[in-house]
């Protein structure tokens, strides 16, 4: 019912930035909230950060300070900027969001394919 792609991963230097983005769409009456997880080689999926269709936000303290999200719900989209990166920022990022279908209709939960950030000098 529901698509999430993701885009904008690539190759940075150490201290570069990048501005990935994940627009949800098909049958969707509300969001209530985005995020992003990252997963490197031979590690398990981390949440990085979260927000609802309100501007609500966490971070994980790994990236406070240097990760943003933001959201343009008209669009369904939700965008991470990330800056001073670092090696260790490495992964796989996936978004996700929290979807309602209809008027009081169960939420559930989608997953985009996931996009590349490799952090390497």
């Known amino acids: 019912q529901v698509q999430l792609v993701e885009s904008g991963g690539g190759l940075v230097q150490p201290g570069g930035s990048l501005k990935l983005s994940c627009a949800a769409s098909g049958r969707i009456f509300s969001i209530n909230a985005m995020g992003w997880y990252r997963q490197a080689p031979g590690k398990q999926r981390e949440l990085v950060t979260t927000i609802t269709s309100s501007g609500t936000t966490t971070y994980a303290d790994s990236v406070k300070g240097r990760f943003t999200i933001t959201r343009d719900n008209a669009k369904n989209t939700v965008y991470l900027q990330m800056d001073s990166l670092k090696p260790e920022d490495t992964a796989v990022y996936f978004c996700?969001?929290?979807?309602?279908?209809?008027?009081?209709?169960?939420?559930?939960?989608?997953w985009g394919q996931g996009t590349q950030v490799a952090v390497s000098s």
């Open positions: 996700n969001a929290f979807i309602t279908h209809q008027s009081m209709g169960d939420m559930r939960v989608y």
